[in-house]
């Protein structure tokens, strides 16, 4: 495995198509959602949910999610993550949802539809994930033994 910096995470960032997003409900239950996303040049990310699904809900109650980008494609032992502290929010406006959608559908060179597919009585809505912090996975030896640790990363 290399070692976590700034290059490894955008290069899984830039390869891995898919975020987990993990949220809690009201009562404090945790649920787990694999969502398709993109993210822009300030690693926000966006994704399109339907708006009764269970982390659309717990998003509504509340906002603090973490997100994993996980490159499980390589072999077992040497798999990397990179890990996001945000907060995430539903989108509402004509404009931000329009600008959303270009890294959403540009990500897979797809041209995006109208930003009315996603607002008004439309089952489904783009979501942003604001990053606060990031992290990847590394390792270090403790007592000789290597244990699996995070570091935060800065990928300004």
Same mark, same amino acid.
């Given at each position: 495995m290399r070692r976590a910096d700034a290059t490894r995470a955008k290069e899984i960032l830039s390869k891995i198509l898919y975020v987990?997003? +993990?949220? #809690?409900?009201? %009562?404090g239950h945790p649920w787990n959602s694999?969502? $398709? %996303? %993109?993210y822009d040049e300030d690693f926000n990310f966006y994704w399109a949910s339907a708006i009764?699904? +269970?982390?659309? @809900?717990?998003? @509504?109650d509340n906002p603090s999610v973490f997100l994993v980008i996980y490159d499980s494609t390589v072999p077992e032992g040497t798999g990397e993550g990179v890990y #996001?502290? +945000?907060? *995430?929010?539903?989108? %509402?406006s004509e404009h931000e949802t329009e *600008? +959303?959608? @270009?890294?959403?559908?540009? @990500?897979?060179?797809k041209v995006p539809p109208a930003p009315s597919t996603f607002l008004g009585s439309r089952p489904r809505r783009i $979501?942003? *994930?604001?990053?606060?912090?990031?992290?990847?996975?590394?390792?270090?030896e403790v007592r000789g033994v290597i244990v699996d640790v995070r570091v935060e990363i800065d990928l300004s």
């Open positions: 987990t997003i +993990a949220t #809690v409900d009201g %009562a694999p969502v $398709y %996303a %993109a009764d699904s +269970a982390h659309s @809900r717990n998003i @509504r #996001v502290k +945000a907060k *995430a929010y539903e989108l %509402a *600008a +959303a959608l @270009r890294y959403y559908y540009g @990500r897979v060179n $979501y942003k *994930a604001v990053s606060e912090q990031i992290w990847m996975n590394d390792f270090k």
